[in-house]
């Protein structure tokens, strides 16, 4: 039974249900004030004794350790197992990086040839014509000016480096997060199998498994695709089952008159009709890679992520956010492109064409692009972009942020102050202050109500686990930290992505925005908001928030729009004013999606606690980040298991929440 | 896999096949296999993995740069991934550098000659609220105390420190000395310097972490806190100093950098080896290139030409 069935089946119960169920919530809470005021006679309630501890950090040290240095399958040691793998998978980056930035040596003996890398000027006019190609001027034009900036602020090998890892990333994880959607979509059991690979994938910070991946996979790109997938990938299957649950009854069951096979159905019928949704994901998939860039910089990757950091750490934030905005800039390109190749329809006069003029673009782009190349070795100007012409703005913005710092600082610091003095330390002292055992049990209990015995138990389970291996403190401060800063970002974004969704004007204003926000990375801000509200918690919620936010903003955004027409359409017949369409049709139609997001928001809130833990809070991120420089794999994995499960229980109760909402409105009823 | 290493192998396979007897001594370079350096991002351990990296590229062998994080390294060292190691300073890496010689796969290739300093340090103008400095008494002053507090830390002072990880005992200083300050550590030294600079630009009175050879103390004027001198009994002994009762009342011990290498490449590279064995360079040196780097903004590959090129006298022992 699925949560939903679950739930469902605990709505229909819900005459039956003995009285005593309403009470358990306000027990638990009862028994959470009892031990508060308690205290002192039972220590071991609020503070786990050091005895108590399971040192499962060492166990999974240890396990890690052997299986990195010495568990060998016949006559081969698993991590050149790994190494091998690792080879083939980056095989494709190392080719591609020697297209794009190397040069590739050709022939043998005396009779070498080196052939340079595509010239710069080529690669812009290429994506021009791939943006041609798609079907829109203004996309080429960005595209070409895209990759001229690249070339201008004197980034072009990086860019390119970066450019190679991204290509490949993002064709794996497309294709790895679309087989995992439908498997998941076509057997529960496997759905309930993966779902929570998925959250552990989303959820553990990727400094907890940095130094697993690096032992596996040594420095290199294969290491870096290793993390950007993980990253990468649950947000693609999830949208995918989600898009494959929701497709249209009816034009299934067409396929299925039509005498389509299964996998006819799925590829033919259902995967198109989804377009819009799964665009989202492949959206989400390049997005969440280019976050990654600068992580996989710093395990060998190169490429902008490099510059991006080294600017950063030495406080050339102009520098840095110049290089930042290549990354995000690139993001776009690759973004509108794939969302403008998805959304093409077949064009029946194109396809009596003959091949060349149905390709023309495509082919023309590369022509033009291997034409500049040969003539580099003419003009040495178009191989490699003359360091002569290189521009950067990077002092002026430096000064930006000088000048805020210097003149806003009095009023900064006066919100900071109020804003931690009164909300952020209420709240960690609250946090605090609950007993462990008040809280797990508080946690199953609202389980319990939610989801039955099996809710309950998996809710308890995994909040006692944070417990017992001693985080308890450190797993506080994550939380109190995460739920204020996603509320502030729910706050935020549901409303703006209410009116977007309506007014396709601002939808337009606001995208770049979001996608900005979404791939910058978020380094760059980090920096200047510390230098703004100093060290300490209160930069970490407003890293955190100007993050989250615009997974928000876009999830309401989708979801409102997919509400479908007829559903509305049927509701004006029927007289409703627009304020009732609003509220009894298109917000609970779009409830699902909204929690989608919000919970997308969650997890992703969740995955910047890694990068707060940089700024200096005390919580788990700061486990993995000390277990990252002291190379133990079993704290860092311990500790990124810990933040998986808050991630996890939430998702689940907050699951549990919406179906038997949405169960008591009758919504499932006909419906997949 | 480089392509070029898919010639160069069937070529030198080729010379050697038309075979004159190996020579009694390896010829160098020993191996076409790229040397991995460990790039961690400051400019000054950049700039010494560059001058080391060009002076082996002048003897015929292949370079890589690598960029690794400064502790994090140390895995990489273990299993080969990287062949020589950023210095580890003894005043931030002490542990990691025991763990890593311990393992038998790294190698201790001795110190590189420049001593490193890592304190509490305050830009000048602190002076002027806490009259006194550098003398650590002046930290007493309740005027000064509360110069120093910020919204998290009230009443206390706050001392600005690097990540937990980078230890400095400051909390036991703290309380040893009967100093009314509370340290807040940042999460990276990103954040650190971050945080620094921007209370330096707008003059509020700050006091934390900083280190030499480093671009912070190069380009903002300021001072040490001068503590009692250090000791090895100081750490050790309560009974030791001011307080009679706590260890800890006294400042930090100096140290020096390391050098590194994987074990495993000693056969590989022993000429490379070798030239890391006797680099040294000295403070003088280090806080030129880091003033030329970081300061006026030279970029580090041509800092480290233009050192090679002036200072031949200097490297050509290292290279015999």
Redesign the interface.
Known sequence: MTAAEGAAGAVRNAAARPAWHAAIVPAALALIVALAVLAPQVPWAHLLPDRWVVPVDRWVGDAAKWLLREAAIGPWLV?DIFRGMG?VIEAPI?ALQ?VLVKG??L???DA?IAVPPVSWLGVAVFFAALGLAAGDVRLAVFAGATFLYAAVIGLWESTMMTLALVVVAVAYGVVTGLLMGVLMHRSTRVARAITPLLDFMQTVPVFGY??PA??LF??GPAAALFITLIYAVPPMARVTANALAQANPETVELGRMAGCSPFQLLHRVMLPSERPRLMLGVNQVIMLTLNMVIIA????A?GLG?DV??A????HIGKGAEAGLAITLLAIVLDRLSQRFAARRPDHLQRALPFLLRHRFVLGGLGLAALATLLGHAVPALAYYPADWTITSGRFWDGVV?WI??SA?GAIGGV??FL??NLLRPVKDLALALPWVGVVVLVGAVGFRLGGRRLALIAFSLILFIALVGQWEKAMISAYLIAVAVLIAALIGVPIGIVCARSERLHRLVEPVLDTLQTLPS?VY???V???F???DFSALVAVVLYAVAPAIRYTDSAIRQVPAPAIEAARAFGASRRQIDRRVVLPLALPDIVLGLNQTLMLGISMLVI???????DLG?ET??A????DPGRGLVAGVCVAFIAMTADRLLTAWVARRRAGLGLDAGRG | MNAGRLIAGPLLAAALATGIAAPATAQVPESEDPIKLAMIGYSGDNLIMLIYGKLIERLGYTVEYTPADYLGQFAGLETGDLHIGSPGWDTTAKAALKAAFDTGQVLNMGDIGIPVFEDWWYPLYVKDVCPGLPDWTALKNPDCVKALSVAETEPKARFLSGPIEWGGHDQERIDALGLDFEVIHAGSDAALTADFVAAIKRKQPIVGWTWEPFWLPALYEGEFVVWPAYEDACYDDPAWGENPEKAFDCGRPNGMMWKTAWAGGEAIWPKAYDVWRKMKLDSKTMGELVYQSDVEGVPTDAVAEKWIAENEATWKPWLE
Do not use: C
């Open positions: 991590r080879a190392v020697h590739v040596e022939g043998s003996g070498v940095l130094v690096l032992l040594g420095y910089s710093m395990i060998g190169g490099y950091w080294q950063l750490k030495a406080l000088d710092n210097v600082h900071r102050d931690l003095l380094f980090l920096i200047p510390v230098m703004l100093s060290v300490g707060t833990a940089l700024v200096g809070t005390r700061q980040l000390i990252l420089s002291k190379s």
